[in-house]
């Protein structure tokens, strides 16, 4: 609060000095003004305190309330358009959404006043005043009496126009040299966000009402519709996607986001970089998604558009919703009885929501969705981690109870390393389990899908005949194959290696036959792939190396690869050979966890050299 302080002159008379501090903040700027009358220097006490502890408006320093002294360089549209046109890092049409937001939301109430300290100010209580309107839909200052009602706004549209004012009064605060002590937003009274009932919600979809959906879309929003569900891309990131956009990661297949659609100033729609550093990102998808996208990037030029709209150019997202969105949901409403009525963009919040239930860490989703902030992946979907409550409890219990077993997810995920700094307790292991390894490989599934026998499609992959009992997953399998060898495939014909060789790599289309008379099953579907990671050492009988181990390498194994072909993070073996070598083999999904499990491989693989020299099988562990 405000207060007077009576100074004694040597002449007989005295001075009186208002005091207070900008804000009334105990940091605040000390300011002051001095009177020579008691009664005045109270008056003016009583504006300070009035006045949220600012200067009263229309008050000059020293002078008190004179004429018009307001700059017009620091009123507050020409001031605020101006620091619109000095922020740096956003796009050009978010620009023009400031400069509008302005004009009409802003510039109505704060108008005739100015940025700066002193006469006719913006102070505290016009903010608080400006955000009670904007809630109740009130009329500002500067509206015409006739105007039509203006909208009752929802808290968090508030919040955002609070923040843009804000931004604009603090860039007054820290001017050179500063046009105000103080931000007159800084504790204003905002709504709550969840006073509103009827705020909007992110509408999250389960799989199968998804699958509903996308059952009616037509064939031309399919793909489209497809590659939103599985990446979680926006709306803006997918429809400027383009042929060279397909890569590669770490053996997968993946797809780079470097673009988006935007737009410009004058609201014409052009593709730039996404509005920030963690949007532009690699995401790794399904090699179903990636065949598809393929088929449609074959013939057009690398930086073409994967999806177009009806004619040909750009979707736009109006026409998508009316003819494509829109007639689906309500077709899936009447055959299956949805009951959601998601926008497109929920399509990315369900993608979210489903790496939540399938217990996705929030930092990997994070990076998938090209969040900038952690932040705003907890604001957004932590409440969805309700579903982890089993695995919170677990690891809890793990914690606390040393006898406790390996939590599941930590366990299964290879990254058993995480234990590391806990003391050794019992039961505990490097997450490697005990068992054998098993030839993965049937033709039997657990949805009972079976060869019935008759005719098989046989295609010859890497030296080697698989029988499918469809044409299309033979077909699909071999296509595939292909595509994971064409670089090898390439190679080998830069180094001139003879047809025969390649071929061998190289999978052969399929071969009809009337039935199968080899081994192995018919697979009445398509296999699993994996992208699997492998390491191999051989010992001699004195436990020298008979060769470098090679380092860590992976490759895309399939289900009928017997030999390469497995699901876990990691596993190994050490096996003795005929001729007295030992091998230490490891294998899993997990590079971390192989690199891992070769080390103790090799170790055992030292143990049997030196104890078990003659012995057929010296152990063999999963």
């Not at 400031?98 to 109505?108: A, D, G, H």
């Not at 998508?320 to 829109?326: E, T």
Request: glycine share 8%; charged share 30%.
């Amino acid at each position: 609060m405000a207060y007077i302080k009576k100074r004694d002159k040597r002449d007989g008379t005295a001075s009186f000095t208002v005091m207070w501090r900008a804000g009334g903040a105990r940091g605040g700027k000390q300011e002051s003004e001095v009177f020579a009358d008691e009664t005045a220097a109270e008056r003016f006490r009583d504006l300070v305190n009035g006045h949220g502890q600012q200067w009263p408006p229309g008050w000059v320093r020293g002078q008190g309330f004179v004429a018009d002294q307001r700059r017009k360089e620091t009123m507050f549209e020409p001031f605020a358009l101006a620091f619109v046109d000095r922020l740096t890092g956003i796009q050009g049409d978010t620009r023009e959404k400031y400069r509008k937001e302005i004009r009409n939301n802003l510039t109505p109430w704060f108008g005739p006043f100015s940025v700066e300290d002193g006469e006719g100010s913006i102070i505290r209580t016009m903010v608080q005043d400006w955000v009670n309107d904007l809630k109740a839909g009130n009329l500002a200052p500067l509206d015409p009496r006739d105007r039509k009602p203006r909208t009752a706004y929802k808290p968090k549209t508030i919040l955002d126009k609070h923040g843009l004012l804000s931004a604009i009064m603090q860039s007054a605060v820290e001017a050179e040299p500063p046009l105000r002590a103080s931000n007159p937003c800084v504790k204003t009274r905002l709504p709550r966000i969840d006073e509103a009932e009827d705020e909007e919600e992110i509408t999250f979809l389960e799989r199968d009402e998804w699958s509903w959906i996308y059952e009616f879309l037509p064939d031309d929003a399919k793909d489209l519709g497809e590659t939103i569900a599985e990446t979680g891309l926006r709306w803006g990131e997918a429809i400027a996607l383009q042929p060279r956009d397909l890569r590669r990661r770490n053996g997968r297949p993946a797809i780079r986001v470097q673009r988006t659609w935007k737009k410009d100033e004058s609201g014409k729609s052009v593709l730039g970089a996404p509005k920030t550093r963690k949007s532009r990102r690699t995401l790794v998808i399904t090699y179903s998604l990636d065949r598809k996208l393929r088929l449609r990037a074959k013939g057009l030029a690398r930086d073409a558009l994967l999806f177009t709209g009806p004619e040909g150019g750009k979707w736009d997202p109006g026409t998508f919703r009316r003819l494509r969105w829109v007639p689906a949901i309500k077709l899936a409403a009447e055959k299956y009885g949805l009951l959601k009525q998601p926008r497109i963009h929920d399509i990315r919040h369900s993608h979210a929501s489903w790496l939540i239930a399938a217990k996705v860490p929030l930092p990997a989703i994070q990076r998938r969705l090209g969040h900038e902030s952690i932040t705003t992946t907890v604001d957004t979907y932590g409440h969805l981690l309700d579903a982890l409550d089993d695995e919170v409890m677990a690891a809890v219990a793990w914690a606390m109870d040393p006898t406790a077993p390996l939590p599941g997810f930590l366990a299964q995920s290879g990254l058993a390393s995480a234990t590391e700094a806990f003391p050794a307790v019992p039961r505990q292991t490097t997450g490697l389990t005990e068992a054998t390894w098993k030839h993965i490989g049937t033709a039997q599934r657990d949805d009972g899908h079976q060869y019935a026998g008759g005719p098989v499609f046989v295609v010859t992959v890497g030296g080697r005949e698989v029988p499918f009992a469809q044409r299309q997953d033979a077909q699909d399998v071999a296509d595939q194959w292909n595509d994971d060898h064409e670089e090898e495939i390439a190679a080998m014909r830069s180094e001139g290696q003879p047809e025969t060789e390649i071929a061998r790599c190289r999978a052969l289309n399929p071969e009809k036959r009337e039935r199968w008379t080899g081994g192995g099953p018919v697979w009445a579907q398509a296999p699993a792939r994996q992208f699997v990671y492998s390491a191999l050492a051989s010992y001699g009988s004195d436990g020298t190396l008979s060769y470098e181990p090679l380092p860590v390498k992976g490759r895309w194994t399939w289900e009928f690869e017997h030999d390469g072909f497995t699901t876990r993070a990691a596993e190994f073996r050490t096996e003795f050979r005929p001729g007295g070598s030992t091998e230490a083999h490891a294998r899993g999904v997990n590079r971390s966890a192989v690199s891992r499990a070769f080390e103790q491989a090799r170790v055992e693989a030292l143990e049997v050299c030196a104890t078990h020299p003659d012995a057929d099988l010296a152990s063999t562990r999963a």
